[in-house]
């Protein structure tokens, strides 16, 4: 058991930080989604955190002082823009980007922990231990908690890879795919992937597909045991609320008991929360807007079908997936009707696909922060034994 010496009040505050991170990284993997409330007080924490160490470099006459604000500079100027910039590129997840943010504010030098070793059986009280061991040439915490990171990421990219290979899977997809049996999406995270030539490519995001068989009442298993009776948009009556597509935050999709005893929400409802997605960085939809079936799209004999809001829906709409993206506000993750049915048909007709999971970043980045402050740097540390730093 580790116990803290002695350390700076900043980076004891710091520490802080470390179980809203933690507790992010876990519902990044369970929900892929992390309610906005968890990053204003971790926020706070990191700007009180910044502000008695800034105090303490006042008035940054001295070396100390000067590499304070230039650490510091980096840190607010370069990473709080490059994680806004990752978010509007997809790149980020909302979630992702407010977590950067964070760090940038509550980290922008290495915080140093230094612990008596008389903790350790084999040791003796005369000597210490400085954590982390081999800080960063550069000193942003921050910075090295995000390298950590992408490198952790690699790290999981290649085991994907090599996990497929093992199993005898070869495909231009084993190296950002997992191939998963249809009856397990409505549990999964992630994106069909077509495979057709050399470079897999993105299909129906699995949230978008819970977000509609949640409008429509119904399950996969109900789709793939009928799926000529559903590819008929006559067939859907009552709709309802399609929630954000989260797995554990709305009614279940695979057939199964909610185990809270959830019911459909009725069309006025919201089970969504305030909450950012994380993973898949697309816009989420807007599940509170009007989930009712206005406009039933086989009950009309011109040709069309108006719900009101002077949108005309063609009859020949196979699976009502056109009806669906009107109906709820927002973009369904970016879905277009031709890559729902194209989803629809798949998971319908197949037995297995191939998914790509995703990377849930938060967690990466929870380790990436945990390795920056006991180990240190890991680039930092292998340029420099391969001599280049």
Same mark, same amino acid.
């Given at each position: %058991?580790?116990?803290? *010496? ?40 990191? #700007? ?24 510091? *500079? ?20 909302? +979630? ?6 964070? $760090? +940038? ?6 915080? @140093? ?29 921050? %910075?090295? &908690? $995000? ?5 952790? /990421? ?8 090599? #996990? ?9 997809? %084993? ?10 999406? =409505?549990?999964?995270? *992630? @994106? ?18 819970? %977000?509609?068989?949640?409008?429509? /009442? ?10 000529? +009776? ?10 309802? #609320? ?7 935050? /709305? ?25 950012? +997605? ?61 890559? $729902? ?15 790509? =999971?995703?990377? =849930? ?10 390795? &920056?402050?006991?180990? /240190?740097?890991? $680039? ?10």
């Amino acid at each position: %058991m580790t116990v803290l *010496g002695v350390a700076a009040a900043a980076d004891l505050l710091r520490l802080l930080v470390l179980p809203g991170f933690a507790w992010a990284a876990y519902r990044d993997v369970r929900t892929r989604r992390v309610a906005s409330r968890l990053w204003v007080p971790l926020l706070a924490i990191g #700007a009180l955190a910044f502000a008695v160490e800034a105090a303490g470099a006042y008035p940054f006459a001295d070396y100390a002082g000067r590499l304070f604000l230039v650490r510091a *500079g980096f840190s607010l100027l370069f990473l709080i823009p490059f994680s806004l910039l990752a978010y509007r590129l997809a790149a980020f997840g909302g +979630a992702d980007a407010k977590a950067l943010v964070v $760090l +940038a504010v509550a980290f922008p030098t290495t915080p @140093q922990y230094v612990v008596p070793l008389w903790l350790f059986p084999e040791a003796t009280w005369l000597h210490t231990v400085a954590f982390p061991v081999y800080p960063s040439t550069l000193g942003v915490g921050a %910075m090295s &908690a $995000l390298t950590n990171a992408v490198l952790l /990421g690699a790290v999981y990219i290649v085991a994907l890879a090599v #996990a497929n290979a093992v199993a005898g899977r070869f495909s231009p997809a %084993m190296a950002v795919g997992r191939w998963t049996p249809v009856d397990d999406l =409505p549990e999964t995270h *992630g @994106q069909l992937l077509r495979v057709s030539g050399l470079r897999p490519e993105r299909g129906l995001d699995l949230d978008a597909l819970r %977000m509609y068989l949640r409008w429509r /009442g119904t399950t996969l298993a109900a789709l793939r045991a009928d799926p000529a +009776a559903h590819r008929d948009p006559g067939s859907v009556e009552e709709t309802h #609320a399609p929630t954000d597509g989260a797995v554990h935050d /709305g009614p279940r999709t695979d057939g199964g008991v909610d185990d809270g005893g959830f019911e459909f929400p009725d069309s006025e409802g919201d089970a969504t929360g305030d909450t950012d +997605a994380t993973g898949d960085p697309s816009d989420a939809a807007d599940t509170t807007g009007d989930t009712s079936a206005a406009g039933d799209a086989a009950g009309d004999t011109d040709g069309s079908d108006t719900d009101g809001d002077g949108d005309t829906l063609t009859v020949d709409d196979p699976w009502a997936a056109e009806r669906f993206l009107t109906d709820i506000e927002g973009s369904a993750y970016g879905t277009t009707p031709e890559t $729902l049915r194209e989803g629809l048909d798949r998971v319908t007709r197949e037995e297995a696909l191939w998914v790509s =999971p995703g990377l =849930p970043f938060l967690v990466p980045l929870f380790a990436g922060l945990v390795l &920056a402050l006991t180990y /240190g740097d890991v $680039l930092t540390v292998a340029l420099g034994a391969l001599g280049l730093v």
